[in-house]
């Protein structure tokens, strides 16, 4: 007797969709987890993001930042470069775990983002669109408003994935004048939210734009 089988076989999308987000700006204070320095920096302009089920994570921004750029650099129009590395940009509060851009998960709670830009080594060669990101770290592990030096950031931001490697941002540049918050959709599926705050460079006034991804990961990683 022949037997015939018979293989069903059912479509699945290749990719899951990633959940819609939307963005509500408001008035928050800063998280009491913040130590005081900290929260000094920090107005109370809150940018909340949500998907379906909740929110997904609110973002205070520094209010303002200083410089040694030259006043040509403020004319041609300030990058993430001339701000200091290890300089505090704000301060984020994940309401549930949270995937950075290098797939690694965060647990929720509140850490703060320290400017730092990516080393130029071949294993991070074309994981990333950008060189300049946020680090992420634990707001106990983060008792100062002053910038941090790279190695002993890179050490606090560990605590923010408990690994090898530490908890990341990706920061995209922001050209548009526009300074109230406001999502934008990049490729690879890839949101940022998007503002401009002042910069203070001695005499000169200027300001930078700040992109920040909060949907995302690295296609290489």
Do not use: C
């Amino acid at each position: 007797m022949r037997v015939v089988y018979v293989l069903l076989f059912v479509a699945t999308p290749l990719y899951a969709e990633p959940p819609k987000l939307t963005l509500t700006a408001s008035k928050l204070d800063p998280p009491k987890e913040l130590a005081d320095g900290v929260k000094s920096l920090l107005g109370t302009e809150a940018v909340t993001v949500a998907d379906p089920s909740g929110d997904v994570l609110t973002l205070w921004f520094r209010t303002e930042f200083t410089s040694a750029a030259n006043a040509d650099q403020v004319k041609n129009g300030l990058t993430y470069r001339e701000v200091a590395e290890g300089t505090v940009l704000g301060a984020v509060r994940f309401d549930k775990p949270f995937m950075d851009f290098r797939k690694q998960e965060i647990p929720t709670g509140v850490y703060t983002l320290r400017l730092a830009v990516q080393p130029d080594t071949g294993d991070h060669r074309d994981t990333a669109p950008h060189q300049d990101f946020a680090l992420l770290v634990p707001a106990a592990a983060d008792r100062s408003a002053e910038p941090v030096e790279l190695k002993e950031l890179v050490k606090l931001s560990l605590k923010a994935t408990g690994g090898d490697h530490p908890g990341v941002m990706l920061l995209f540049p922001h050209h548009g004048k526009e300074e109230k918050p406001d999502m934008a959709d990049q490729k690879d599926g890839i949101k940022v939210v998007r503002l401009r705050r002042p910069v203070t460079t001695g005499d000169t006034r200027g300001s930078l734009g700040i992109a920040v991804v909060v949907q995302g990961v690295s296609k290489t990683r």
